[in-house]
């Protein structure tokens, strides 16, 4: 998959809303390769040059995915903040 935001992947929001669920309630995200629920985080970082800017000046914009802790593969769920 590509880490570009293309729409198509379910973004968390940040910062983190206050959610009114119990947690026991949910289902964990599993990879879909080896069935762990344990994830790290990666952080990509992109320079965005002035031109593309919407400030003028050239900035970073932070991505993060999420890549299972023991096999790896990316999950498809990408959060953003700039
Ligand atoms: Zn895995």
Do not use: Q
């Not at 729409?7 to 069935?35: A, M, Q, R, S, Y």
């Not at 952080?43 to 932070?62: D, F, N, R, Y």
């Amino acid at each position: 998959m590509s880490i570009n935001d293309n729409g198509n992947h379910p973004v968390v929001p940040f910062p983190d809303k206050k959610i009114n669920v119990n947690l026991d309630d949910c289902e964990n995200v599993k990879c879909e390769d080896c069935e762990s629920d344990e994830f790290e985080i990666v952080w990509i970082l992109k320079k965005i040059s002035a031109v593309l800017s919407t400030t003028g000046k050239p900035e970073l914009l932070t991505l993060e995915y999420f890549k299972c802790k023991f096999c790896g593969k990316r999950l498809n769920i990408i959060r953003r903040n700039r």
